[in-house]
């Protein structure tokens, strides 16, 4: 089955330590986003990416960098310099056709030890 | 003034009550228009498309009213399971990036 996969489901960060959360899709979709969502708040944009080897700033960017190699993978690093990583981290795809639905990962947990 | 503004509730109904939600966009250049569901630590998941000529899907209704510039979501006979937060997404023209509502919390309690 297509789907687009996020993982782990739950990562605990040290102190001054980098972090990367996986996102894999087998939906040839070109566009692909990462979102930050905070308890009881609207989801935030990291980066987004349109195709490979190319990618964007969303609002949130500082202390986020990611990667875009290959069409099936988006990972997302979370750097020591973001100071309040605690948060529901969600990857999106989506085909390049504007009109389309998202599809969601099923998220990852950051919490900071 | 946000893109897309929502009413975060929550909206606290008893069961088979009928609720609607609405949301506000502000460019006008919007072109598609989503109602997503999302369960408390889980992934939104698409509940419906909005159409122009509005669209129906079992117990729930979606509308779009271009000229005021919002959608809403009607959800009738509520369920215990209907309780959610509720995002509206809207995609503008030319852009590559949704742009996502607050999302509006329901409680439906028996």
């Known amino acids: 089955d297509g789907g687009i996969t996020q993982s782990p489901k739950y990562l605990f960060r040290k102190e001054g330590q980098n972090v990367t959360l996986s996102c894999e899709q087998n939906?040839?979709?070109?566009?692909m986003y990462w979102y930050r969502q905070d308890p009881g708040q609207g989801l935030r944009l990291i980066y987004y990416s349109q195709i490979v080897n190319d990618f964007q700033k969303g609002d949130i960017a500082e202390g986020y960098s990611v990667s875009r190699e290959k069409k099936e993978s988006f990972p997302l690093t979370v750097t020591s310099a973001q100071k309040n990583p605690t948060a529901f981290y969600l990857c999106?795809?989506?085909?390049?056709?504007?009109?389309?639905?998202?599809?969601f990962g099923s998220g990852t947990q950051l919490s900071v030890l | 003034r946000k893109e897309v503004e929502q009413d975060p509730g929550p909206f606290n109904v008893p069961e088979g009550a009928t609720v609607a939600f609405n949301c506000t966009y502000s460019?006008?250049?919007?072109?598609?228009f989503f109602w997503y569901r999302q369960d408390c630590r889980k992934e939104p998941k698409l509940l419906m498309s909005v159409y122009s000529s509005g669209n129906e899907d079992g117990r729930f209704t979606a509308q779009l009213n271009r000229a005021s510039q919002y959608i809403s979501l009607l959800i009738r006979d509520s369920k215990l399971s209907d309780s959610a937060t509720y995002l509206c997404?809207?995609?503008?023209?030319?852009?590559?990036?949704?742009?996502f509502g607050r999302g509006t919390s329901l409680i439906v309690h028996p």
């Open positions: 999106a795809s989506r085909s390049q056709a504007t009109n389309e639905k998202l599809f």
């Open positions: 939906l040839n979709h070109d566009a």
């Open positions: 997404v809207v995609n503008t023209g030319g852009s590559y990036i949704p742009t």
């Open positions: 460019n006008s250049a919007s072109q598609s």
